[in-house]
């Protein structure tokens, strides 16, 4: 899941499916079309999340996490992270 603060430049990465290697924003084509659609450059945040070997538990995961994620910046978003988009 990415989650897009157009307005502050950053792209938030949450991705709990467990991969070999290291996890960055080139992993990950939307990564490339993102800027592009909305033409600006962003700064990309890998979230630090639970990982599982995949199967039907990412979309709970996702939920989770989004959740999680509004809870930790809640206090921000009315000035820094307004106009947020989520993207599956």
Not at 43 to 53: E, I, L, R, T
Not at 77 to 88: A, G, H, Y
Request: one cysteine or more.
């Amino acid at each position: 899941m990415f989650i897009i603060t157009q307005n502050i430049g950053h792209i938030y990465i949450l991705d709990s499916t467990k991969i070999k290697g290291e996890k960055n924003a080139f992993n990950y084509r939307r990564s490339s079309l993102i800027p592009t659609a909305l033409g600006s450059e962003f700064d990309y945040k890998m979230v630090d999340c639970k990982q599982h070997n995949g199967g039907w538990k990412c979309g709970y995961m996702v939920l989770q996490y989004m959740f999680d994620f509004v809870n930790l910046y809640q206090n921000q978003f009315p000035n820094e992270v307004s106009n947020m988009c989520v993207c599956v």
